[in-house]
């Protein structure tokens, strides 16, 4: 079975500040991994994705995530939040096994940037 | 991009009732489709995974006869939700898989509100 773990409910962090949400996962073989954003009442919103390279994967809106193999994490940070970037996000993981793409969210966490 | 949309994205509801969600993938074809439901500061829990020409299957725990599931084409699938009660009131997203393992492209979600 797959699981994925978002250790904090909810991420503080002034505007301009670099920013940080934490993830690890667990997964039979190699591991996809993505982190997702949800603004309220919206559906979810495509970041960034990992399947295989660089374990540092850029994505959209200057968001990036590490992919740390020995840790089975990947954290996803920015540089210098915005308060735009306020939302919730989401951490997933799947894999390819069989070809059958279920993928398993991790229980989100609010990030809130404070002005 | 690859474009999925959900039909209606706002349904309230009577107790007792039955209520059809649509979920279209917009420019590509899509022989499996998954069914999420989020409550309220909660992730998403996969519900089943639509499968075209063929039966949906479903998570444990979650009633087929309750969530009915129809893939009736390459681009569409549909939920409905029969007898519906106030306690299946929740946020319910589909999403499509881009293909291999690269993850999904999900729909803005159909908030559903049972009185």
């Known amino acids: 079975a797959q699981s994925v773990a978002q250790p904090e409910d909810q991420v503080n962090v002034a505007e301009g500040n670099p920013l940080t949400v934490k993830c690890t996962y667990s997964?039979?073989?190699?591991?996809?991994l993505f982190w997702y954003v949800q603004y309220p009442n919206r559906g979810l919103q495509f970041l960034l994705k990992y399947i295989t390279g660089d374990n540092l994967v850029k994505g959209s809106y200057g968001f990036e995530a590490e992919f740390n193999k020995s840790q089975t994490s990947f954290h996803l940070k920015k540089p210098s939040a915005l308060v735009s970037d306020s939302a919730l996000y989401f951490c997933a993981v799947s894999s390819n096994s069989g070809g059958y793409q279920k993928v398993t969210f991790g229980t989100g966490t609010k990030l809130q940037v404070i002005p | 991009g690859a474009v999925v949309s959900q039909h209606p994205s706002w349904v309230i509801c009577k107790s007792g009732t039955s209520v059809k969600i649509e979920c279209r993938s917009l420019d590509f074809q899509a022989t499996t489709m998954f069914w999420y439901r989020q409550f309220p500061k909660q992730s998403l829990m996969l519900m089943a995974t639509s499968n075209e020409g063929s039966k949906a299957t479903y998570e444990q725990g979650v009633e087929k006869d309750k969530f009915l599931i129809n893939h009736a084409s390459l681009t569409l699938s549909t939920l409905t939700v029969t007898s519906a009660h106030p306690e299946d009131s929740s946020f319910y997203i589909c999403?499509?898989?881009?293909?291999?393992?690269?993850?999904?492209?999900f729909g803005p979600g159909t908030r559903l509100t049972v009185l």
């Open positions: 999403s499509a898989p881009t293909g291999g393992g690269r993850g999904q492209f």
């Open positions: 997964v039979s073989g190699n591991p996809y």
